[in-house]
Nanobody, 125 residues
Framework: QVQLVESGGGLVQAGGSLRLSCEVS????????MAWFRQAPGKEREFVAR????????YYIDSVKGRFTISRDNAKKTVYLQMNNLRPEDTAVYYC??????????????????WGQGTQVTVSS
């Protein structure tokens, strides 16, 4: 049984930082692409960042570049999202997701097979 368990969300003031974690079990972690998505109230789920086979293979949406860092620890089967200089518009439920490397590289929610339960991030102005 595949499980993704997120932690690290919370309430922070604008300009602050949070670190999200997502621990994965039930699959061979090193053979899976990992990503973070977010969903704000009334909006569709949005791709935020992904990491490939190593931490040198990352990709971010423009609005978080230079502020967020995604990384993975294969020994711990965990993916992280370090979020710095947070803005009110970053407020959302954040989800980690995963798909095998054998699948096409498409940054849409439909392409990812397994999801965590989500963790709330709230940034106050």
């Amino acid at each position: 049984q595949v499980q993704l368990v997120e932690s690290g969300g919370g309430l922070v003031q604008a300009g602050g930082s949070l670190r999200l974690s997502c621990e994965v079990s039930g699959l061979t972690f090193s053979t899976y692409r990992m990503a973070w998505f977010r969903q704000a109230p009334g909006k569709e789920r949005e791709f935020v960042a992904r990491v490939g086979s190593s931490n040198s293979r990352t990709y971010y949406i423009d609005s978080v570049k230079g502020r967020f860092t995604i990384s993975r620890d294969n020994a711990k089967k965990t993916v992280y999202l370090q979020m710095n200089n947070l803005r009110p518009e970053d407020t959302a439920v954040y989800y980690c997701a995963t798909v095998a490397f054998t699948r096409p590289l498409i940054d849409s929610a439909d392409n990812y097979d397994y999801w965590g339960q989500g963790t709330q991030v709230t940034v106050s102005s």
